[in-house]
């Protein structure tokens, strides 16, 4: 395809505003002849992500029920309320989203920009089975059954599949025997910048279990001196401002928009960031944009961004409140500020402009 025409953008759905959201509507923003078709967009957060969309489709499978959404949203794909053979690329990204794939005539184009695998089915599968009752985890393994033997459908209808990272392009390979290109996400690292080195640090992780906010809130909570500040939403939010319950040192700001965390992140002393083995983490990025060194874990895509004793310190080993505290008082020990320009010049291999040009590249080559 050496003239990029009419393409379709299609991902899971829009819930919040993750680093996998604002991946896609950086590839709409850029692509000003691309439909975009989801599952459920909510209207607030596609506002937050301020990007207008030619032409969108909301395929109307939102729910609250977890299994139930995943099962609206499978269908929602498999029966997707637009026409693939008018475009003459998609692109998809997501779990579910794959599922929309068709071969189609011609010389038109599937490709797969996979964030990861679906990691309920895999790595974190007993994790995800400990959540839930006894009696409702039979249906869960017909679940990730289903969910494996359709995405293995889905990758060997691509034309190309791009990973995140060089962690998830292993983790392809390792599942499916799948190959793929590696094109790191996009973080806007003219929107971050330093402003102060401020009292705080910073947790800018979701706020779900596997992100391991609780940890980082339990080292606060051994740390009254210093003070930390969650900047996210999710599910465990009330579990961990229990957690946090008299602590005056620890505040939760909830979402915000992206100027609030632009302001939050400019002024921090220093990110921590420390979930189970990160597809890649956009979110250290945008720290280190700002100047500010990440507190990260020795795992996953962190290690593809951080560089240990350099723009943050990488804490190995199992993760625990003693290791994270450690790891605080090593930063603190080697001056956050001195960090300021090795964040900084590490971020920009992440840019927006990388990323657009990447998959400009790709598109092109098809």
């Not at 989203?97 to 990861?116: D, S």
């Not at 939403?233 to 915000?256: D, H, M, Y």
């Not at 100047?291 to 990488?314: M, N, S, W």
Request: proline share 4%.
């Amino acid at each position: 395809m050496h003239k990029v025409e009419k393409g379709l953008v299609l991902y899971d759905f829009v819930a919040v505003q993750g680093g996998a959201e604002k991946l896609t509507y950086t590839l709409l923003a850029h692509f000003p002849n691309a439909d975009f078709c989801a599952a459920f967009i909510n209207d607030d957060v596609a506002a937050a992500l301020q990007c207008s969309v030619r032409r969108c489709f909301d395929l109307g499978a939102e729910s609250n029920i977890p299994l139930w959404r995943i099962l609206k949203v499978m269908w929602a794909f498999e029966h997707p309320q637009v026409t693939l053979e008018d475009y003459d690329w998609c692109l998809f990204s997501g779990v579910y989203a794959p599922f929309a794939v068709r071969r189609r005539a011609g010389r038109k184009k599937n490709l797969l920009y996979c964030h990861t695998p679906p990691r309920f089915c895999f790595d974190l599968r007993e994790h995800y089975m400990r959540q839930i009752p006894w009696f409702a985890r039979p249906v869960l393994a017909l679940l990730i059954a289903v969910v494996k033997r359709k995405y293995k459908r889905a990758l060997r209808q691509m034309d190309i599949v791009i990973a995140n990272s060089e962690n998830v392009r292993q983790r392809l390979h390792r599942y499916f025997s799948q190959e793929a290109v590696v094109v790191h996400p996009p973080v806007d690292t003219e929107r971050f910048r330093w402003l102060s080195d401020g009292d705080y640090y910073l947790s800018l992780a979701r706020l779900e279990d596997f992100k391991r906010v609780n940890v980082v809130v339990q080292a606060f909570r051994a740390m009254p001196e210093r003070r930390l500040i969650v900047t996210s939403g999710g599910s465990e939010l009330e579990p961990l401002k229990r957690l946090a319950a008299g602590c005056s040192n620890i505040q939760f700001t909830g979402w915000v928009s992206e100027e609030a965390l632009c302001e939050l992140v400019g002024h921090a002393r220093a990110a921590v960031y420390v979930p189970m083995d990160e597809d890649f983490g956009m979110s250290p990025v945008e720290a280190m944009a700002a100047g500010k060194p990440v507190i990260g874990v020795a795992e996953g895509g962190l290690l593809e961004t951080i560089v240990h004793g350099e723009t943050g310190l990488l804490v190995e080993g199992a993760l625990s409140v003693e290791g994270l505290c450690d790891a605080i008082e090593q930063l603190e020990a080697l001056g956050p500020t001195r960090m300021r320009a090795a964040c900084e010049a590490r971020a920009s291999l992440f840019s927006k402009e990388r990323f657009v040009l990447q998959m400009k590249e790709i598109l092109a080559a098809c």
